[in-house]
């Protein structure tokens, strides 16, 4: 079993930045692939990055590529979201999610076993 917290969300100008952070229980972190998603008001849940267990295989949506940085530290049971440059169509509920995996990274929330509650980001133009 493994419950998720996130943290890290709030209101910020387009061009900023913020870091979501997952807070992870258990001690078998490391054995669990990670992943963002987000869900906009009256739109699905959408992916937006994966990693690795090892924190060695990230991979993004075409929307986020070059502006937000998935990366886990495995020794805090935390992963993270940096996310710079941000657009008012970044504004969603975040969710981190897990899923027991030693593969590279899942894709598919359907794949994924425990969700985090959700932190709440909102970008102003």
């Known amino acids: 079993q493994v419950q998720l917290v996130e943290s890290g969300g709030g209101l910020v100008q387009a061009g900023g930045s913020l870091r979501l952070s997952c807070a992870a229980s258990?001690?078998?972190?490391?054995?669990?692939?990670m992943g963002w998603f987000r869900q906009a008001p009256a739109k699905e849940r959408e992916f937006v990055a994966a990693i690795s267990w090892s924190g060695l295989y990230t991979y993004y949506t075409d929307s986020v590529k070059g502006r937000f940085t998935i990366s886990r530290d495995n020794a805090k049971s935390t992963v993270y979201l940096q996310m710079n440059s941000l657009k008012p169509e970044d504004t969603a509920v975040y969710y981190c999610a897990a899923v027991m995996y030693y593969g590279d990274y899942v894709l598919d929330s359907l794949e994924y076993d425990y969700w985090g509650q959700g932190t709440q980001v909102t970008v102003s133009s």
């Open positions: 258990g001690r078998t972190f490391s054995s669990y692939a």
